[in-house]
């Protein structure tokens, strides 16, 4: 089946540090990636949409300069939190877009990276 | 825009107890609709789907039909475990256009022994 990493699991940093969060599908291609971020005992909320090879576009209410989202290979889709701080401490959560014969448009979820800026 | 609603948790049932989890949506177009799941400090789960209208996905003893009449895809289980404790989330999407997929908020289940 599909299966989507997410590296880190859990990461602690100190406000002002910028964390990178690394998203892969593993056994499939996605051109299309997707960023969500969950809120304790809260629904997902989209962040924004990362397609290979060209810009990421982001939610209404989403910085771009503090998200930054990076999609330079077809297995491989980065977010970095710049300056973090506490309120950025979150669940986020990357799915995969597959294509083609396998499973037609259908995404499939990471595990979840949990972040701590203390 | 699209959107979904799904009943307020938490549901709090025994075990072998019936489950329904209501969920409703409203899109332009012509949505498929699945359920997740969310364990306990795990991420999400495809625990069934739908892409047209009176398909029935099923998985685990959980069902749920797609119904375009009454824009409605509730979650069913004959007869919860106590495994089945997690959250439960609703979501659309569409498949041809290969949007990003629109969350309900969550219902929270707990089953006891």
């Known amino acids: ?118 | 825009g699209d959107s979904v609603t799904q009943m307020e948790g938490p549901v709090t049932l025994s075990e072998e107890a019936f489950l329904t989890i209501n969920c409703t949506y409203t899109a332009t177009g012509y949505p498929s609709l699945f359920w997740y799941v969310q364990y306990p400090g795990e991420g999400l789960q495809l625990l069934l789907k739908a892409t047209k209208a009176d398909d029935k996905g099923s998985n685990k003893g959980f069902e749920a039909t797609y119904r375009k009449e009454t824009t409605s895809f509730h979650l069913e289980k004959g007869s919860v475990q106590v495994s089945d404790s997690a959250v439960y989330f609703c979501a659309l999407s569409d498949l041809q256009a290969g949007t990003a997929l629109i969350f309900g908020k969550g219902t929270t289940l707990s089953v006891s022994s």
């Not at chain 1, 996605?30 to 949409?49: D, E, I, N």
């Not at chain 1, 309120?87 to 499939?108: H, L």
């Open chain 1, 1 to 118: 089946g599909a299966v989507v990493s997410q590296h880190p699991s859990r990461v602690i940093c100190k406000s002002g540090t910028s964390v990178k969060i690394e998203c892969r599908s593993l056994d499939f291609q996605a051109t299309t990636m997707f960023w969500y971020r969950q809120f304790p005992k809260q629904s997902l909320m989209l962040m924004a949409t990362s397609n290979e090879g060209s810009k990421a576009t982001y939610e209404q209410g989403v910085e771009k300069d503090k998200f930054l989202i990076n999609h330079a290979s077809l297995t491989l889709s980065t977010l970095t939190v710049t300056s973090a701080h506490p309120e950025d401490s979150s669940f986020y959560i990357c799915s995969a877009r597959a294509s083609g014969t396998f499973s037609y448009n259908e995404q499939f979820f990471g595990p979840g990276t949990r972040l701590t800026v203390l």
